[in-house]
């Protein structure tokens, strides 16, 4: 009887011992289950990038260049008495302007380079873009440079579909077009005397 | 003789124990019995939550402020995507490298599945939405928050404090399931 009560005793204070060590069970399940959750707040820490280009005509000087007031080309021999089989070099060299980020530059060539109605000169001339490593825009530099334009394209040609050239972050290595304008020896008398404000644009867009 | 003597004095002895009982050993028992309540709870609550999908959120920041302030804890309970209302709190994963997000539904939208579902969430704190959607198939509700208890949770994963408990509750049921003579006397 006494013995019996004792052992009866004895069991409860095994069962209490046993789900006391419950406590560690479940503060460790606790700890497993619980995750911390983040709470950022989304519009403080917004910032726009920025994107923009620059353009210069000699490799120096790089401004903006809206469209109504276009970069004039600085070509190497007087343009303004071109004769057949007179070839002038002019370069233009863009770049991103400071903080902005990277991207790629297209150059296109305006439609209305050669009028319709075939008035100036336009129809006439014929030209060739390469884009060059140096600062030198030459007979040889643009042979050596990338054609982006092939020699005798006429001057509506824009490069092919797809070819860009990659513009750096923030101003660094500016990438430069050289520029080849022909009057070719074929050119009929109608040239003399007239004239031509060619025209073309460089798209640039981030990356 | 002197053998069954010495076993004679030692029953009267554990006669005297039991009919005065020490108070140590009164404490002991009742706090016995407290550790072995908590403990059931403990079990019952590991259960549960395992069986219902119930964990704990910790809130680190407070966006949810005054709603639910940094250092609180969350009970919260998975549901399907297509349980969500608009005004619910709900906790977004954000895949492995991020931690997740708790922030109220401000819209919700079909995915591209009958599953998923397209939400809008903002911090109870923020001015404006989250940036950007957040494509769920389940996400978990928060059912209610208890200020504070955030630190004292993160610390229980700490090695020494589980090492500590682990020892603890060792030492208690060896001790309750130790060989005794007395038995064997019986």
């Known amino acids: 009887m006494r013995s019996g009560r004792r052992r009866g005793a004895r069991t409860s204070q095994k069962v209490r011992a046993l789900l006391a060590a419950g406590v560690v069970v479940g503060l460790g399940a606790a700890s497993t289950l619980a995750a911390w959750t983040d709470q950022e707040n989304a519009s403080a820490s917004l910032t726009a990038g920025t994107f923009g280009i620059v353009g210069s005509v000699d490799g120096a ?147 | 003789m002197t053998g069954s003597a010495l076993v004679e004095s030692r029953a009267a002895a554990r006669h005297a124990r039991r009919r005065r009982p020490r108070p140590v050993s009164v404490i002991g028992d009742a706090l016995l019995w407290i550790a072995a309540a908590l403990g059931l709870v403990c079990l019952v609550l590991t259960v549960l939550a395992f069986t219902l999908h119930i964990s704990l959120i910790m809130f680190r920041t407070g966006s949810m402020d005054p709603t639910i302030p940094t250092g609180s804890v969350a009970i919260v309970r998975e549901i399907p995507a297509s349980d969500i209302a608009v005004g619910d709190i709900v906790t977004v994963d954000r895949g492995d490298d991020q931690l997740p997000i708790t922030h109220r539904v401000t819209s919700v939208g079909p995915g591209a599945t009958e599953a998923e579902r397209i939400l809008t969430m903002r911090g109870d704190a923020n001015e404006q939405d989250d940036p950007y959607p957040y494509t769920v198939t389940s996400v978990r509700e928060v059912i209610f928050s208890v200020p504070g208890l955030a630190q004292g949770i993160a610390s229980l994963g700490n090695p020494l404090v589980m090492g500590a408990l682990t020892l603890a509750a060792g030492l208690l049921v060896g001790w309750a399931f130790w060989p005794r003579e007395r038995e064997a006397d019986a």
């Open chain 1, 61 to 207: 000087t790089f401004t903006e260049h809206p469209n109504q007031t276009p970069a004039q080309l600085a070509f190497s021999v007087p343009a303004n008495a071109l004769l057949p089989g007179s070839v002038v070099h002019a370069k233009f060299a863009v770049q991103t302007t400071d903080e902005s980020a990277a991207g790629v530059a297209r150059l296109a060539a305006d439609p209305g380079n050669v009028p319709a109605d075939g008035s100036g000169l336009g129809g006439f001339l014929t030209y060739g873009v390469s884009q060059i490593e140096g600062d030198t825009c030459d007979l040889a530099a643009f042979s050596e440079g990338t054609i982006i334009v092939p020699r005798g394209s006429a001057l509506t040609i824009s490069p092919a579909a797809g070819v860009t050239q990659a513009l750096a972050a923030d101003g660094d290595s500016p990438v430069t077009y050289c520029f080849e304008v022909t009057l070719p020896t074929t050119a009929s008398n109608d040239a003399q005397g007239r004239s031509a404000t060619p025209r073309w644009t460089v798209n640039a867009e981030n990356t």
